[in-house]
T-cell receptor, first 113, second 115 residues
Framework: GENVEQHPSTLSVQEGDSAVIKCTYS??????FPWYKQELGKGPQLIIDIRSNVGEKKDQRIAVTLNKTAKHFSLHITETQPEDSAVYFCAASGHNQGGKLIFGQGTELSVKP | DAGVIQSPRHEVTEMGQEVTLRCKPI?????LFWYRQTMMRGLELLIYFNNNVPIDDSGMPEDRFSAKMPNASFSTLKIQPSEPRDSAVYFC?????????????FGPGTRLTVT
């Protein structure tokens, strides 16, 4: 089955710096890769996703890149702000998973003012 | 849209008691997922439904856990009897499978504490 590995587990940056979180997946048939942000006491919130027919997607300060050959994808946050502090999860899915999302272990991002 | 609604938000119960968690998916969504989140194990998928039918319950820990979806707008996750190791945050999520995409939208969760 699909397996998703996420790194780093914790990340601390200064406000204004960039943050990068990386994930790898094992099933070459996976074709959907979302990123979720979870703030304390709340449910995971979908912030951006990418499908296997594109290599990069941007939405304001966040972007996701996908390398299908290497089976890895990354989340990039530029000009970080304290409100970006949260736990971020990557996930992978596809027809082999029947619509299930396979999640990474999470990255706790701390943005210091 | 109100989003996914879960109740209660917090539940404290004693070991051996029955616990019922409730979920109302986003209107129009036809897939529903129950997850459990703990520090040790992260986000675990317990069970999911398509069109009210359970598709994969391989994540359900043991027979003490059961889930139902009697209609498109309501699902329950029941634990009977509850044990301290069941303490976790339980999330419900929904998606629209007809779009052949997999975006899942999560509810706020139910924090369960079993003493």
């Amino acid at each position: 089955g699909e397996n998703v590995e996420q790194h780093p587990s914790t990340l601390s940056v200064q406000e204004g710096d960039s943050a990068v979180i990386k994930c790898t997946y094992s099933d070459s048939a996976s074709n959907y890769f979302p990123w979720y942000k979870q703030e304390l006491g709340k449910g995971p919130q979908l912030i951006i996703d990418i499908r296997s027919n594109v290599g990069e997607k941007k939405d304001q300060r966040i972007a996701v890149t996908l390398n299908k050959t290497a089976k890895h994808f990354s989340l990039h946050i530029t000009e970080t702000q304290p409100e970006d502090s949260a736990v971020y999860f990557c996930a992978a899915s596809g027809h082999n998973q029947g619509g299930k999302l396979i999640f990474g272990q999470g990255t706790e991002l701390s943005v210091k003012p | 849209d109100a989003g996914v609604i879960q109740s209660p938000r917090h539940e404290v119960t004693e070991m051996g008691q029955e616990v019922t968690l409730r979920c109302k998916p986003i209107s129009g969504h036809n897939s529903l997922f129950w997850y459990r989140q703990t520090m040790m194990r992260g986000l675990e998928l317990l069970i999911y439904f398509n069109n009210n039918v359970p598709i994969d319950d391989s994540g359900m820990p043991e027979d003490r856990f059961s889930a139902k979806m009697p209609n498109a707008s309501f699902s329950t996750l029941k634990i009977q009897p509850s044990e301290p190791r069941d303490s976790a945050v339980y999330f419900c999520a929904s998606s629209n499978r007809d779009r052949l995409t997999y975006e899942q939208y999560f509810g706020p969760g139910t924090r369960l504490t079993v003493t």
